[in-house]
RNA sequence: GCCCCCAUCGUCUAGUGGCCUAGGACAGCGGCCUUUCAAGCCGUAAACAUGGAUUCGAAUUCCGUUGGGGGCACCA
């Protein structure tokens, strides 16, 4: 087993956590458990404007709903407290200020306006964007100057003008980076909050962060934090980089392009373990064909060289077939549990409630073999819950057949159903099949006939099974009602 | 515009110089099973972006091109 790690997954509430900021977390689960090592929880909470109420809360349980359980963090505790930026303040103020005292950051004096104007100007002539320094090279007395006139200021790191800053990304492999392409970056903002390099450097490196997993979008500002680490003196943590989840456009993820909340996927009815084994898919494998695997299989083959560099895209007809093994998995008991909610909430509102635990135990084998999410169970299965069935008289008229021969049909199986004493699928069976040799009819013609009277579908599950379910009382009705639709025609 | 990353079937991927006439999975198509629908089983179609170089030999190494993506905020 490898070396212990100590990994953090660090969300910003800034709205609901889609399937990008769930995989990285997996990943940072899957390595923690693996080395047995830390699980950490990070709120970085610094961005005052775009903080959403509810978002921790919302976060927080969709980990939870995926059995991402952290070791460290919000509710939990730990000896790095507090796990939330917005309290840690004092940390990043007193850490930017020593890098302002020993040369490496300076105050920054220039309004947004002229920041803008400038970033302007720069895409307007075509030049890389960046701030352009002004404020590096201040006098003392300009700097008296300007503090005089109670100029809002923010701290900015001074990026040195040459050489280059590398890093070995435990996925990526070597990056380089000169230092003539980035900008005097912004750590501590006009509102005293830090801006997220700063944070992250102070706050990975006060809570002894060995690897810092995130997405590759991150790749260009690891130059920045390195250089930080430089100024501080501080030992940097391993970098890994992830392939990001993009949309079917190719794009990254994003709320306004239709990301899907992670708990909507519980909403939609996908089982926990199952989104947990398909993300885990995106960017790993165990080999070149193992593809369900528990979560104890996870953890122990979890490895980082068998990650890939690769964007993916999230392909939800494969997640469908994945749930549907899941469920297809699952004890009666189990899935009758499962179920159970989403039957409350989509059956049509005019069926009973609450349902009845026992009545649903006996339809969920009918329903395993034929739902892919727990919300299809609804739409799949009313029939076994509503009074009245909604169909055309037509339906009942299958290929090849009479509106006549269905109605002899019909007669013929009220008759001989009604004097059954016992209503069991082999019975039922051996009584039908009977009946289709007495009337001369093919033993399939007489079950569709009989299948869209008792279910008012052609799909469904098997005859026998699902009218034992139903019971006596309710098929002999369900019968005649068939009938009289055809009498009235 | 500048910087960085990536590039195998439609999608997720295996592949780390010869085992590759490129393997698996989802979706597609065909068939078997079968009272319908599923599930299951069998089969089929489908990819190494491109040009060079290295090598006895490249999906695998190197360079260029093309394509895609990401970053360039007092957002993370």
Redesign the pocket.
Known sequence: MAVPVRVRF???P?GKVHAGNIHTAIFDYLLARHTGGTFILRI?D??V??KEAGAVEHMMEALKWLGLDWDEGPGVGGPYAPYFQSQRLPLYKEAAEKLVAQGNAYYCY???ER?EAM?KE?EAR??????DRLCRNLTAEERTAKQAQGI???IRFKVPLEGQTRFHDLI???????HK?I?D??ML???G?????L?NVVDDTAMKITHVIRG??????TPRHLLMYQAFGYTPPQYIHM??I?GA????LSKRRGAISILEYRDMGYLPEALFNFLV?????L???T?IMTRQQMIENFSL???????????Q??L???N??YI?NLTVADLTNSVLPFLEKYLPPEVKRPLDVNYIRQIVPLLR??INTLKDAAAYADFFFVDKLEYEATMLIGKKMTAETALTVLKGSEEKLSSLKSFNRDLL?DTLRHLADDLGLK??QL??VL?VATTAR????????TMEVLGKERCLERIKVAISKLSNN
């Not at 060289?305 to 392909?315: I, K, P, V, Y």
Request: net charge negative; charged share 35%; with cysteine.
């Open positions: 660090a969300p910003s800034t970085e610094t961005d404007e775009r220039c309004s947004s920041l970033r720069q075509k030049q890389p964007s960046g701030y809002k200021t923010v990526y492999g070597d990056v380089v980076f000169d392409n900008d970056f912004v903002k006009s509102d909050y830090p801006t997220y390099h944070a590759e979008e991150w790749i260009s500002s392939p990001m993009v456009n190719r794009a990254k898919l995106i960017g790993w494998s080999d070149d064909k593809e060289e068998r990650m890939g560099r690769t964007a993916a895209a999230f392909n007809e494969k469908d077939w994945m549907g093994v297809r073999e034929r069976e033993a399939g079950f569709n299948r052609d799909a469904a599950p098997p005859l026998f099974e």
